[in-house]
């Protein structure tokens, strides 16, 4: 296979930050030797989950094996989504929050007809669903573990608990009709065709409001692993929690 000089567009603090988290790592387990040194690690992990690039490619790339190189990217995941922070760690930055915006998002997996739990009606395809936290200039705060794309979001949003967090934490949050029915603390615009002025004009502005956590979305879909998943489901939640961990030690 060849092999050529390619780029990521990430900053360097992002390769700084794993490098060091991979470091403690081998300190912790007693590492000895490695075919690559915890800098040429990172950045293999780094090519995987910010281009999307397989296996193969990164075997040929940075001259190992298939399976070494698949031993390093679940090790730098399983490192990054240990240090992702719970829904109960995030709700002490989002209570500094005026408000916050709720929303889900299909993350596409490459699953067979046969799986018909994470097949989705809506979107016609396989995915998982992932909940999101932003705050109100669309920075990314919080997601959530991965359910198969057939939950409905408000569901998802219950079984999370992410709805009684909020409202524990007295704080408004946007979101869209995929919630009505939420209460509590969860604004949501009006539902129908023929509405009243008033009804209008609230949903403009709610609308206003909530497509700034598309910035959130854009935020995750950057990492074009998450463009079509082909991981095991049990995996993705922790994909997951590593490119969260990734963007906050990038920005």
């Known amino acids: 296979m060849l092999a050529y000089p390619s780029s990521i567009d990430l900053s360097s603090r ?3 930050f794993l490098t060091g988290q991979l470091a403690v790592r081998r300190l912790e387990i007693g590492t000895r030797w490695r075919r690559l040194s915890a800098a040429r690690q990172a950045l293999l992990a780094l090519a995987h989950l ?4 397989t296996y193969a490619q990164l075997a040929a790339g940075f001259g190992i094996g298939i399976a070494t190189v698949f031993r390093y990217i679940r090790e730098a995941v399983e490192v990054l989504s240990a240090l992702a922070p719970s829904l109960a760690e995030a709700m002490r930055t989002i209570r500094a ?8 998002t299909l993350l ?15 979107h016609k395809r396989h995915g998982v669903n992932v909940q999101v936290l932003t705050d109100p200039f669309g920075r990314l705060l ?29 704080l408004k949050c946007w979101a869209d009709k995929a919630y009505q029915g939420a209460g509590g603390p969860v604004r ?19 609308a206003k409001i909530r497509c700034v956590g598309e910035q959130a ?35």
């Open 14 to 16: 992002a390769l700084r």
């Open 50 to 53: 910010r281009c999307g690039d």
């Open 97 to 104: 929050k005026a408000f916050v915006i709720l929303d889900g």
């Open 108 to 122: 596409p997996i490459d699953r067979i007809a046969a799986d018909t739990p994470y097949y989705s009606g809506k």
């Open 142 to 170: 919080w997601a959530s573990p991965a359910l198969p794309d057939s939950t409905h979001d408000l569901t998802a949003a219950r079984r999370h608990g992410t709805i009684e967090a909020l409202a524990d934490a007295g």
């Open 188 to 206: 949501v615009p009006f539902r129908g065709r023929r509405l009243k002025r008033w009804k209008r004009r609230h949903n403009t502005t709610h």
């Open 217 to 251: 979305m854009a935020t995750l879909k950057g990492w074009r692993l998450l463009r079509k998943l082909r991981c095991s489901t049990n995996r993705i939640t922790d994909v997951v929690k590593a490119v969260l961990v990734l963007h906050h030690a990038s920005t």
